[in-house]
């Protein structure tokens, strides 16, 4: 069974542009959630989508946005790039049930300039 | 809110040394616990899980057991080798929404030959 798959692996911006960053989940999988990991931060998480709704949604400012297609594949917008936007973002899949845990992918690295 | 803390590191042992890394928690409810592992380059790895309390969540000669009445799940394993080292990371699964854990900071693990 494939994994989740991220697209692309690594991505350079500048300041004030805008970034999409793809995913694909396991199949069968329904829940696609996506975390920024940085070394100050740590793993904090972004927002979980299910069947094309985004059901829960973490403290970051409305320049990150998402969205879920009806095969489960998923993107991540971030609008208006700022320095401290720079981190490595993971995506992650899981069947639904809260006992299940997370598949990551191998993330993708956004450095912003 | 749900919180984990974690033992902090970095962590260096020698070869075929005891490991313990401390995780700790706070939740609602009784969530299901996790250990993850992230080798460089990589996303998280499911190492290990635990459902409900007193259950033992073992693989690949770690193990964790879910201590309700010390809300801990610390992370064992009796004789650590070189390809161990890594990152680990504690989280909590959410009781209603499957994609979104809290994570732990993480502790950076070295073993030396």
């Known amino acids: 069974k494939a994994g989740v798959t991220q697209t692309p692996r690594y991505l350079i911006k500048t300041r004030g542009q805008q970034v999409t960053l793809s995913c694909s989940p396991i199949?069968?999988?329904?829940?696609v959630s996506w975390y920024q990991q940085t070394p100050g931060q740590g793993l904090q998480f972004l927002f979980e989508y299910f069947s094309e709704t985004q059901r829960n949604k973490g403290n970051f400012p409305g320049r990150f946005s998402g969205r879920q297609f009806s095969n489960s594949r998923s993107e991540m917008n971030v609008s208006t790039l700022e320095l401290g936007d720079s981190a490595l973002y993971l995506c992650?899949?899981?069947?639904?049930?809260?006992?299940?845990?997370?598949?990551f992918g191998n993330g993708t690295r956004l450095t912003v300039t | 809110g749900d919180s984990v803390t974690q033992m902090e590191g970095p962590v260096t042992l020698s070869e075929e040394a005891f490991l313990t890394i401390n995780c700790t928690y706070t939740a609602t409810g009784y969530p299901s616990l996790f250990w993850y592992v992230q080798y460089p380059g990589e996303g998280l790895q499911l190492l290990l899980k635990?459902?409900?309390?007193?259950d033992k969540g073992s693989n690949k000669g770690f193990e964790a057991t879910y201590r309700k009445e010390t809300t801990s799940f610390h992370l064992e394993k009796g004789s650590v080798q070189v390809s161990d080292s890594a990152v680990y990371f504690c989280a909590l699964g959410s009781n209603t929404n499957a994609g979104k854990s809290t994570f732990g900071d993480g502790t950076t693990l070295t073993v030396k030959p």
């Open positions: 635990a459902t409900k309390a007193d």
């Open positions: 199949s069968g999988h329904r829940s």
């Open positions: 992650a899949s899981t069947s639904g049930s809260e006992r299940s845990p997370l598949h």
